[in-house]
């Protein structure tokens, strides 16, 4: 069964045992090299993305009530999307990302999972949050250049 795209094999990478392995690994590299290619569709499918969010936004007013949790549900997911295409251009192309914004992007990606672990938590089990939040505060100590 394949978990991923382009893993052949799953046991070719294991993230636990090397993970620093995905930098030779073939399926993950041809993947940034096709993340950095298609950085410009990424960056305009952001903007588009965040036009429905204002769109959304100016709905939600003539909402129900009752439906509006499904709105921030949403509206996290969006705001989401967001920060993890920019902190996948911060980490891929560090050299088109200020060190300055990098730093305030770190931040709002925590700002943000404090939301998301609200939201979760409504719908979910815990048990999967700590393993999120490491990889969330990997990644902001990643921007803030603290681990590499």
Known sequence: MLLFEGFADAANFDEKTNPAGFNSHKALTERLDRFKAEIADVDRASKELLEIRKKLRNTVLSMDSCKRNEFNK????????????????AVVMPETVDEKVKFELAEELEIWYMKYKEIYREDSKESMLGRVTKVVLWYADRLRGITE
């Open 74 to 89: 949403a509206d996290n997911a969006i705001v989401g999307i967001d920060i993890w295409n920019r902190v996948g251009r």
